[in-house]
T-cell receptor
């Protein structure tokens, strides 16, 4: 079945850029998503990208997609302490149900 | 903008009891999804409904059932609760666009004692 992999932790200094990486195996992926989850809260949709695009920018967020390598990344510019959260990558292919990664815990320290 | 509403936000039940969780999707969203998230886990898909009909089924135990009503709200019914059912339960809704992007509610934290 489909598999989505993410590293578990990322630690950055406030003001630096964060890059969260994700790899997936489903070659029929159509859309890929990034969600943010703060403790005890629901998942907040940050952005998504169609598989025929290779980049999407939205304010401090930049999504890069390398479809050949099945690699997705989320770059957060000027990372702030409020960005500390778990970030989930998800992909949707032939099924209507997205497959989620295990999440990357982003820790931002002063 | 209106978001997905879930109730209750917290629920404490004893083993073998039943629980009903409610979800009110974003207006004009025609698909509702239910997820279960254990501590430190990614959301596990349980079941979804499109236009009030069950559309996909994931790892939902037979003790659980769900339905979507004519006003598009959905309920997840859980019976014979077990300690392992303690988790966060999320509802999400999506519009009928190509991306089918999901908008999650704040979740119901179920604790089974």
């Amino acid at each position: 079945g489909e598999d989505v992999e993410q590293s578990l932790f990322l630690s950055v200094r406030e003001g630096d850029s964060s890059v969260i990486n994700c790899t997936y195996t489903d070659s029929s992926s159509t859309y890929l998503y990034w969600y943010k989850q703060e403790p005890g809260a629901g998942l907040q949709l940050l952005t998504y990208i169609f598989s025929n695009m290779d980049m999407k920018q939205d304010q401090r967020l930049t999504v890069l997609l390398n479809k050949k390598d099945k690699h997705l990344s989320l770059r957060i510019a000027d990372t702030q302490t409020g960005d500390s959260a778990i970030y989930f990558c998800a992909e949707k292919g032939g099924s209507y149900i997205p497959t989620f990664g295990r999440g990357t815990s982003l820790i931002v320290h002063p | 903008a209106a978001g997905v509403i879930q109730s209750p936000r917290h629920l404490i039940k004893e083993k073998r009891e039943t629980a009903t969780l409610k979800c009110y999707p974003i207006p004009r969203h025609d698909t509702v999804y239910w997820y279960q998230q254990g501590p430190g886990q990614d959301p596990q898909f349980l079941i979804s409904f499109y236009e009030k009909m069950q559309s996909d089924k994931g790892s939902i135990p037979d003790r659980f059932s769900a339905q979507q009503f004519s006003d598009y709200h959905s309920e997840l019914n859980m019976s014979s609760l077990e300690l392992g059912d303690s988790a966060l339960y999320f509802c999400a809704s999506s519009p009928s666009t190509g991306a089918d992007e999901q908008y999650f509610g704040p979740g119901t934290r179920l604790t089974v004692t």
